[in-house]
């Protein structure tokens, strides 16, 4: 159940309640692009928007990835009177000011991170370089979530405190540490390498035109779902 509800999700990448029950049951990760209000309803107006074809491309990339994120398009919400789903725009906190922009949810520790730059400068921006700033995020939440698990301590039948962990566990979490440094050290240089190489080799931005049917099929898609619940 679990793979065919990312795969429909990745097909249309959509706030649905197909996509809550993967992120709040399943705990899949989530890149959010939050647009403006009713741009999920207006193709015409956002199909060629660099913003809309870059999250298509960011969908392309989860499709043909082994990942933990989902892909959700939506837009501002908090004014819609009939919704299957809680608002998105209160679970993420986002401000109205500052859409459109790009969001990354991580739900099993409750933790929301915009994107670092506004989306103003399409050569800033690639779908490889998003993704590897979001898997990279969600490293530096783990390793801190390691730390805070070692810190961790209780009260005994004593009424003493004490820590939670004997020094086996916390010699394993210490490892986990070491290995997720690792790995964080290495997505920390390919993020560094795609943003280097943006300005010769942004391959997104120099064949942009080619992806406008890419983005507005998106758009299609996730209005007409969205249509069929009113």
Do not use: C
């Not at 939440?141 to 730390?147: E, L, P, S």
């Not at 020094?167 to 943003?195: C, M, T, V, W």
């Amino acid at each position: 159940m679990y793979n065919l509800n990312v795969s429909i999700i990745k097909g249309t990448p959509r706030w649905s309640q197909r996509a809550y029950s993967a992120i709040f049951e399943f705990w899949s990760n989530a890149i959010v692009f939050m647009m403006e209000e009713g741009a999920i309803m207006n193709v015409a107006k956002y199909k060629d928007d660099w913003r809309v074809a870059l999250m298509a491309k960011i969908t392309e990339w989860t499709q043909e990835n082994d990942t933990s994120f989902i892909p959700i398009v939506h837009h501002w919400d908090l004014n819609e009177e009939f919704s299957r789903v809680p608002s998105l725009v209160e679970i993420l906190g986002v401000e109205e000011n500052d859409l459109p922009h790009i969001y990354l949810f991580h739900p099993y520790h409750n933790r929301v991170e915009a994107y670092p730059e506004k989306l103003d400068d399409i050569a800033k921006f690639s779908p490889e370089l998003v993704m590897t700033w979001a898997e990279k995020t969600i490293i530096e939440w783990q390793i801190a979530d390691y730390y805070n698990q070692l810190q961790q301590m209780y009260i005994n039948e004593e009424g003493e405190e004490v820590e939670a962990f004997d020094e086996e566990q916390k010699a394993n979490y210490r490892h986990l540490i070491a290995d997720e440094k690792y790995l964080l050290g290495k997505k920390k240089k390919e993020f560094e390498n795609i943003q280097r190489l943006l300005p010769k080799y942004n391959t997104f931005h120099t064949l942009l035109d080619d992806h406008f049917d890419v983005a507005e099929s998106h758009m299609n898609r996730i209005e007409q779902s969205h249509m069929e619940e009113l």
